[in-house]
């Protein structure tokens, strides 16, 4: 641990520090010699082009990508003309700009994806171009052989603009940058001693403060990383740092170097009060003073540090971030340092631990050191660092009651990550800082743009995005990057929240309906099935999956879409093979179309629903005719599906209809419409006995009822001869309870009485009792020495019965001792 | 409010609140004071979650019934009307609204569709005017092989598991159970994106197909509940009974202006005798009542020995308590007195032994004399086709002969037009002619032993206490899958109608329960199809029994019993003839 500091460097209060990022992985023969180099910010990707101005057509220059820690990603000869710059946008793509004006764009993997022009002219010649970034953005400026810029702020809106001329300037000047400021896009560029800022509409010229007189030329300059700082080299070797708005100055060093830096960048990080630059010589690397060697190599500026490619390795320089100096600077007495010292002694199991505890104890720095240990980790790139760290942090986080966990536990996680994402195979180095700049969101775009889908999926997973932004994105895209419905299903497989619908709608827009088809059958919404398939004209297979998905009201949908677009046969065909949409429809119409319901039994077959559709319909038609002929209608169905009791019911009821109008006509009974039962009734209610006797036989009710009926209607209008005369027609069918009890309910107990001596024996003693006969109902009951009989007469005794009493009490001990 | 919600082990206010809330949010939206005309069908499931006076408060000033023709007057901003998704209801809605436009043009109408917007009704109406919908969830349906309600049921599950958890494991059997596991288990892949990360309050979720038991329903009820329920019909929790006996209770006035308006009672169990006593065997309830009157009067006793401001403060306080109790006694002394007056009845008596005839397999063969009887007698139709589907149950359906027998008299007794709602019954599986010549009915039976013979209606021991001897079908479905298991039943699961399955469902990692020792396991019945209140009082039986182990919760799509569920199957042809 102790060496932690040994590769600081201090410069005036701030501690720079290298760090070997990758030993790189790629192996070039010619190192970065003669080579076009591109590297994007944010860990991105770096891109090579070997000799760019070779122009014989038989060794075509080659054209590299590479991952930051230069794993080969794509490689393809250079066939266009040739190169003057080359840079990568935002969304990691490579923009080539060529000598002609052109800039032709690439994606990560190589793969042309557009070109545009930096000017109408054929005969432009560009001298120099920058490529940068600003927040609308990215963009590129040309410099042309007639001396003129032209700027792009956006590509993916291109607008050219072309600047203004620039007093004196004769081909290219001798540096420029360009500035983003205000919400302007400017240029500032040195020509000899003089200095322009040319923007949309002016050139002025302008004067760094203090720079003194005799600094000479400015030969290179650098803008920082947010464009807040400017450097300025002279070519008697003198550095001016300031403001990029040209209004202070903030150093002015003299490096002793008279020749031209080849690269120079700021190097700071946010927050910092130190900005210091980066120039590079051919084996010189110097930070604002500091010194040391180098191959030829390539400085890559970043939001909190500068990369540093070389064709070996690649360094991260940056100021030590002052949490990191705290804790590591030597006999540095803050608390996360001695909290580092305590967890140390502990794991040592020395008692010195407990010291140190109680040191930051005491000034109540406990929380402070835990929460610099976590963070310092955060900026630490080695992982055993980051370890101890932690650890300490945890260890101190122990002595403390509400400390709150979310930062130590949000760090642990997105170490991981980043840890994750360095890996030389994925090669993102990113800093702490740059993620949590750069955002999870666009990490996860990135990783998934550089098909690290299983990563970004892990990651997702890992830090629990919901599945709709995280896991479930990333499989779309690595879904539709695949494209070959096979291939995306057994990729993407059933994992939840997946939108095949998205994917399928661009499969048909990009006219592959069969793929789209097929991928929707991997749509678990079928809401989403339906419009898409309805839109594709596949209303059949719309239906079932409408069908499938038991929503009803979908099916609808699409039953009514159908409904316009087939003719009836058609529609009727396919409802035939969707029963579930079939009888929704039949629903339907049985509420609002009663012949289209017809239709559909028939076509269906459906014999026996046709029939009961004609029976409800029999009931609507106010004639008898037609509902004759409905009814016959309906026999005839019910015949063809062998239905026979139907038929012959309906028959029946045919019958009886016309029967009754018969009746009514003669007679003006009033009997259409009624059930048999009830016209017989009302027949012998009228007295039409014939009548009645005639239906009980036509129709052939069965006796019971019909000796029900008759008794009850005679008893009602109190017909008792008739009655009498009835029952001795032959053996009663129900019996001669029933008489009893009628005769009772018409409050003729005389009559009731009539009917007792014929009651069968086992409801005799019920027949007396119905006709308050207690003497009868016991006499009875002790002849049939029936227990339960007894008791019931016994139960409607009243005192005065004594003797009656007695004698059943009698009777029942005998009976219960047999 | 509804404070016997919360206390079970599932608090089901959770749901009635975001029912309420959502009603509320909806009521918002439409700024400015509201008239709401009310689907009359409507007005009871809402009753269950919001008063008037929640209304109220969202600025709702008035409230009429939907019918046809001009809306009553009412100075209002807007007009809501809160309907079903029927088709004939559009009609009549756009009626009103176009004998309003004249007069106010101000004026904005609203339409909430329950449970939810349909695609017909949306076109129907814009057949008339342009116009804004939303809509929420309740549920209903069977014959017709409409899957609306099984849909609902679905889409209802998943809100219950979004508020209660997923349900790891999943039990089911019939067909529409199937079919509505199968919809669930798509949704969740569906909305799979968000994985729900609550802790899940139920173990188990078994649904169940109404048309694997058939038979319960057909019974009559027996407990306290089932009886009010046969006998009055109990409406989304109201019960309206004829007025005699509860005007005597007024002493001292003019008793001879009798109420002539039916007298309507709330039950649920946030009345605490009702609660005891709901699910007893109406046979046990009399004792109890005695009880409770004893305790009550006891009670009032009390003062007497109060001597001490303090304790005469302490018996007062105590006072509207006692009063609210002793009314509530008098309430439901009256009940049980009407109810006594029917059940001790001889058709009652002779109608229930023929169910347990029936129930235990004699003469299920032949035709059954009472039937006969009854028929001739002209019985209410509903009594004789309960009585003939039961023994057509209870058979394994009908010998052909007997089931044509049955039939013709049926439509000869009370009309040729019957003849649609008994092919309805044979289409649902409640009437049907036997086709094999086995009838397995007695094996169901006894597998099952869905009869006790030695039942006991005071002190239960068994949940066939609710039904005086039989036991549900549904309700020892249910018991068997707690345990041993339905492997165990494996055989008689085959004789019954529709498949049966099991799923699982996958929960996030951290979400499995750590069960405590002796914690119970929750299971969420749910009846595709209905229940009865002696279902659900056998089910609580089960959850109170000590060694159950089992706590259930029932949800259904309706609660039925035999008279209102062979209602909903019948047919009947508007008769146009004069």
Same mark, same amino acid.
């Given at each position: 641990m102790a060496f932690i500091t040994a590769n600081w460097n201090p410069l005036g209060e701030a501690f720079y520090r290298k760090t070997e990022l990758y030993e790189m992985s790629w192996n070039l023969r010619d190192g970065l010699r003669d080579s076009l180099v591109a590297a994007a910010p944010y860990g991105g990707p770096i891109a090579l082009l070997r000799e760019p101005h070779r122009r014989s057509p038989s060794s075509r220059p080659q054209l590299e990508i590479y991952s930051?820690?230069?794993?080969?990603i794509a490689s393809f000869p250079w066939k266009s003309g040739p190169v003057v710059q080359l840079g990568w946008t935002v969304s990691d793509e490579l923009l080539c700009v060529q000598e002609d004006g052109s800039v032709l764009i690439y994606d990560l993997f190589g793969s042309f994806k557009r070109h545009f022009s930096m000017g109408q002219s054929t005969k432009l010649q560009v001298l120099e171009a920058k490529v940068f970034h600003s927040p609308y953005g990215t963009g590129v400026a040309i410099v042309t052989g007639s001396s003129r810029f032209t700027l792009a702020t956006n590509i993916d809106e291109l607008k050219l603009r072309r600047l203004p001329e620039v007093p004196?300037?004769?081909?290219?000047?001798?540096c420029w940058v360009v500035l983003t400021q205000d919400r302007q896009t400017k240029v500032l560029l040195s020509n000899g001693p003089e200095l322009f800022i040319l923007d949309n509409t002016s050139c002025t010229a302008v004067c760094p403060p203090g720079l003194s007189p005799q600094a000479g030329n400015i030969v290179h300059m650098s803008v920082s990383f947010s464009y807040k700082y400017l450097a300025l080299f002279t070519d008697t070797g003198h550095l001016w740092t300031g403001s990029s708005h040209l209004q202070e100055k903030l150093s002015e060093v003299d490096t002793k170097k008279t020749t031209t830096p080849k690269q120079m960048i700021w190097c700071r990080r946010p927050k910092s009060q130190q900005p210091s630059v980066v120039l590079m010589w051919d084996r010189l690397l110097l930070v604002a003073g500091v010194c040391s060697d180098t191959d030829p190599c390539v400085l890559v500026g970043e939001l909190d540090g500068v990369r540093i490619v070389s064709s070996t390795n690649q360094e991260l320089l940056q100021e030590v971030p002052l949490v990191c100096q705290d804790i590591f600077k030597i006999a540095s007495m803050a608390p996360g340092a001695l909290l580092l010292e305590a967890h140390r002694e502990y794991e040592k199991s020395s008692q010195k631990a407990d010291e140190y505890l109680r040191e930051i104890k005491e000034q109540s720095m406990l929380g402070e050191a835990v929460r610099q240990c976590v963070e310092a980790a955060g900026h630490e790139y080695d992982t055993n660092t980051q370890k101890s760290l932690l650890r300490a942090a945890s260890f101190g986080k122990c002595f403390l009651t509400d400390f709150s966990p979310d930062q130590f536990v949000t760090t642990c996680r997105e170490l991981r990550v980043l840890n994750a994402v360095r890996e030389s195979s994925v090669g993102l180095p990113l800093t702490h800082t740059q993620f949590k700049q750069m955002t999870l969101q666009v990490l996860i775009d990135r990783l998934v743009y550089r098909q690290f889908y299983p990563l970004a999926i892990e990651i997702c997973r890992y830090l629990k995005i919901p599945d709709y932004q995280g896991v479930s994105r990333v499989l779309k895209h690595w879904a539709s990057y695949e494209a070959i419905a096979r291939a995306v299903c057994v990729k993407v497989g059933d994992s939840p929240g997946v939108s095949y619908s998205h994917i399928a709608a661009k499969a048909y827009e990009c006219g592959r309906t069969e793929l789209a088809i097929k991928l929707l059958d991997?749509?678990?919404r079928s809401g989403e099935q339906v419009p898409l398939l309805l839109k594709m004209k596949r209303s059949q297979l719309a239906l079932s999956k409408a069908v499938e998905s038991g929503d009803t009201d979908l099916v609808y949908t699409v039953v009514s879409y159908l409904k316009n677009e087939m003719n009836r046969g058609d529609f009727f065909m396919t409802l035939r093979n969707q029963p579930v949409a079939l009888s929704l429809y039949r629903q339907f119409c049985k509420l609002q179309e009663q012949d289209t319901l017809k239709d559909l039994y028939n076509q269906d077959d459906d014999h026996q629903e046709l029939a009961n559709y004609y029976v409800t319909a029999s009931y609507r038609e106010k004639r008898l005719e037609s509902r004759l002929s409905l009814l016959q209608s309906a026999v005839d169905e019910y015949n063809k599906a062998k239905n026979e009791f139907a038929a012959k019911a309906t028959e029946d009821e045919m019958r009886l209809l016309r029967f009754q109008r018969k009746l009514d006509d003669e007679k003006?009974?009033?009997?259409?419409?009624?059930s048999l039962q009830a016209t017989i009734e009302a027949l012998l209610a009228l007295g039409l006995h014939k009548q009645a006797e005639q239906l009980y036989r036509d129709f052939k009710v069965p006796d019971k009822r019909y000796w029900w009926l008759k008794l009850k209607s005679l008893a009602e209008k109190e017909e008792w001869e008739e009655l009498e005369k009835f029952s001795k027609s032959k053996k009663s069918p129900i019996g001669y309870l029933a008489f009893v009890e009628v005769c009772i309910k018409c409050n003729n107990k005389y009559e009731a009485k009539k009917y007792v001596s014929k009651v069968a024996p086992e409801q005799k003693v019920k027949a007396h009792l119905a006709v308050s006969d207690l003497e009868g109902a016991a006499d009875a009951a002790i002849e049939r020495r029936n227990e339960s009989e007894m008791a019931a007469v016994l139960s409607r005794c009243s005192a005065s019965d004594r003797l009656l009493i007695d004698r059943l009490n009698r009777a029942r001990t005998t009976a219960t001792k047999k | 409010m509804a404070a016997h919600l919360s206390y079970g082990r599932v608090n089901l206010n959770i749901l009635r609140e975001a029912a309420r809330k959502e009603l509320r949010e909806f009521l918002d939206k439409c700024s400015g004071s509201k008239a709401i005309v009310w689907d009359e069908y409507l007005t009871g499931p809402f009753g269950l979650i919001a008063q008037y006076s929640l209304l109220k408060e969202h600025e709702v000033e008035k409230m009429f019934t939907l019918k046809s023709g001009r809306l009553p007057s009412a100075d209002v901003k807007n007009i809501i009307f809160f309907v079903r998704p029927r088709l004939e209801l559009m009609d009549i809605i756009a009626e009103n609204v176009f004998s309003e436009d004249k007069l106010h043009s101000s004026r904005e109408f609203h339409i909430l569709f329950v449970p939810r917007r349909s695609m017909l009704c949306e076109q129907r109406l814009k057949e008339y005017f342009e116009f804004h919908t939303s809509y929420r969830f309740v549920a209903e349906c069977y014959l017709e092989n409409d899957q609306t309600s099984l849909y609902h049921t679905a889409k209802g599950l998943m809100t219950l598991q979004a508020l209660y958890g997923t349900i790891p494991q999943i039990y089911g059997k019939g067909e529409c159970a199937r079919h509505v596991a199968n919809m669930m288990l798509r949704m969740k892949r569906e909305f799979a994106g968000s994985q729900n990360q609550i802790l899940p309050v139920f173990d188990t979720l078994l649904l169940l197909d109404r048309n694997v038991d058939l038979l319960t329903p057909l019974a009559t009820q027996l407990t306290y509940e089932g009886l009010i329920d046969e006998i009055y019909g109990i409406n989304n929790g109201y019960v309206k009974l004829p007025p005699e006996k509860f005007a005597q209770k007024k002493q001292g006035e003019a008793s001879k202006d009798l109420p002539t308006e039916p007298k309507k009672l709330q039950l649920n169990s946030a009345e605490e005798l009702y609660a005891e006593i709901r699910d007893k065997n109406f046979n046990a309830v009399g004792a109890a009542l005695s009880k409770k009157a004893k305790i009550i009067s006891a009670a009032f006793e009390e003062r007497h020995n109060a001597k001490t401001v303090g304790e005469i403060k302490q018996f007062v306080s105590q006072l509207p308590h006692m009063q609210a109790a002793r009314s509530s006694l008098a309430n439901h002394t009256s009940i049980a007195e009407l109810i006594k007056d029917i059940t001790t009845s001889e058709a009652f008596f002779d109608n229930l032994t023929v169910e347990q005839e029936f129930m235990t397999g004699v003469d299920t063969d032949k035709v059954n004399t009472y039937i006969e009887d009854c028929i001739a007698q002209k019985d209410p139709l509903i009594k004789i086709l309960r009585l003939v589907c039961m023994q057509s149950v209870c058979n394994n359906g009908l010998k052909q002969k007997v089931f044509d027998y049955y039939k013709r008299e049926i439509l000869q007794t009370y009309g040729y037009e019957h003849i649609l709602t008994l092919n309805n019954l044979e289409k649902g599986g409640l009437l049907k002619p036997q086709t094999s010549s086995r009838n397995n009915y007695p094996t169901i039976r006894k597998t099952l032993k869905l009869?006790? +013979?030695?039942?006991? +209606?005071?002190?239960?021991?068994?949940?066939?206490y609710v039904y005086s001897g039989y036991a549900p079908l549904s309700i020892r479905l249910t018991q068997v899958l707690a345990r041993p298991g339905w492997r165990s039943i494996e055989e008689v699961l085959k004789m019954l109608p529709g498949p049966h399955f099991e799923e699982r469902q996958q929960l996030p990692a951290g979400l499995h329960k750590k069960r405590q020792q002796g914690e119970n396991r929750t299971t969420l019945v749910f009846f595709l199809g209905g229940v009865t209140y002696a279902e659900i009082a056998a089910l609580r039986f089960l959850s109170q029994m000590e060694d159950s182990g089992m706590e259930y919760i029932i949800a259904t799509t309706k609660l039925i019993n035999g008279t209102t569920w062979i209602k909903s199957l019948m047919d009947r042809p508007e008769c146009q003839t004069p």
């Open positions: 930051a820690s230069g794993v080969a004196g300037l004769q081909g290219k000047p001798s991997f749509e678990a003006g009974a009033g009997l259409l419409g009624l | 009869w006790m +013979e030695d039942a006991n +209606e005071q002190n239960p021991n068994d949940i066939s």
